[in-house]
């Protein structure tokens, strides 16, 4: 990254208007009160875990509360932080010109048309069977760190149910198109986004090879490191 002029990101943080994300995650579906039921009857597991248990979960909404809940059973068995904010603050600290494979009007129009019936459906399955959740997400990350790309992107096609269109395989498309877009105008550029996206018949890799460029990985070297 430090001989590269530009940083490409999973979205383009420079567009972003807390203001209108605000307005627009306040006004998205919240759950139900199955849920928040069950969410109650499961405190206690969360407790003797030692996981974060949410706060206001009634004005959560349903996107934001299936994030952190993810992130509270999937993250204690990983690190803290996160690999896209470490990225940003070095672009930013290097002076490297920031944007995004997805326009903020893009991540907005998912965030609007997702199937909260079936995220909400996850959750309670999720709260439902906690340490059967954990144990795949701790799958999910053994087949990250062993570079297994394809496998990897068809778990997370089924995380995403009835979603994986829109989540998974339309924005694999548009990230292939934009990135064989900079790929053509500039040479010196990283581009970060969700390793999920990466494998897979409709993955980005297998876009990008259909499109004649050539890929390869780099995966046993950065683990020898």
């Known amino acids: 990254m430090s001989s590269c ?3 490409y990101g999973e979205m383009d943080l420079t567009q972003v208007d807390p203001h209108i994300l605000l307005k627009i995650q306040q006004d998205l579906p919240k759950p139900e009160k199955k849920l928040l039921k069950i969410l109650t009857q499961k405190e206690s597991y969360f407790r003797k875990k030692g996981l974060k248990f949410p706060a206001y979960p009634e004005q959560s909404p349903i996107f934001n509360l299936y994030s952190e809940l993810t992130t509270t059973m999937w993250t204690r068995n990983i690190s803290d932080g996160s690999i896209d904010e470490a990225l ?3 672009a930013l600290a290097k002076g490297l010109t920031i944007s995004g494979l997805e326009t903020f009007e893009d991540q907005i129009a998912i965030m609007q048309s997702i199937n909260y019936k079936e995220l909400e459906k996850q959750i309670i399955s999720m709260l439902k069977h906690p ?13 990250y760190l062993k570079g297994k790309m394809n496998k990897l992107s ?9 979603n994986k269109k829109m989540m998974v395989k339309n924005r694999n498309k548009i990230f292939t198109e934009k990135i064989e877009e900079i790929i053509e105008r500039q040479e010196n550029c990283l ?3 969700g390793a999920g996206h990466l494998g897979g018949k409709n993955g980005v890799v297998a876009g990008l090879r259909k ?6 990985g780099m995966y046993n070297k950065l683990l020898k490191q």
């Not at 778990?155 to 149910?161: G, P, R, S």
């Not at 499109?211 to 390869?216: A, E, Q």
Request: hydrophobic share 35%; net charge positive.
């Open 131 to 143: 340490r059967k959740f954990s144990k795949k997400m701790d799958f999910m990350l053994d087949i």
């Open 5 to 7: 002029s530009h940083y």
């Open 88 to 90: 940003l603050k070095y």
């Open 211 to 216: 499109r004649g460029y050539k890929v390869k």
């Open 154 to 162: 068809n778990e997370a096609i089924q995380t995403t149910a009835s």
């Open 191 to 193: 581009i970060s986004f």
